[in-house]
């Protein structure tokens, strides 16, 4: 993986840095399906929509990974809806108006996110 990464960073022009995210891309999709924790999914990038730029489907590997989940708390959080990593929440209008919410009472970003993922879990 790290050569493959090394050359996202190195590459000169979009398209260059696009090939090389999509080998890492298909390397990651193929180690998923290997660990058979979900059915299999599919290994190859295609275009996002009718756009020029290719991703592999990341939601349905989020999804069978959720559908797998056993903890009721830990499944409850994807219930509603699959939230992604932290940046997907930070960039989120949910998170910017909770944010707003605690902003004159001195809370900290993480009670902030604390605060989301206890709303999702009522």
Known sequence: ?????RGVQLAETWREREEALCKAYE???RRHNRLGTSEKLSEQVSFFYDRPFKVIKGQDFAQAIASSIT??????LCEKRLIGGI???TDNTDFRLINQWYKDDGSSERNIIRS???????
């Open 87 to 89: 940046d997907v929440i």
């Open 116 to 122: 989301l993922y206890n709303k999702i879990l009522e």
């Open 1 to 5: 993986m790290l050569p493959i990464l």
């Open 71 to 76: 903890d009721k708390a830990i499944r409850k």
């Open 27 to 29: 390397l990651i999709a």
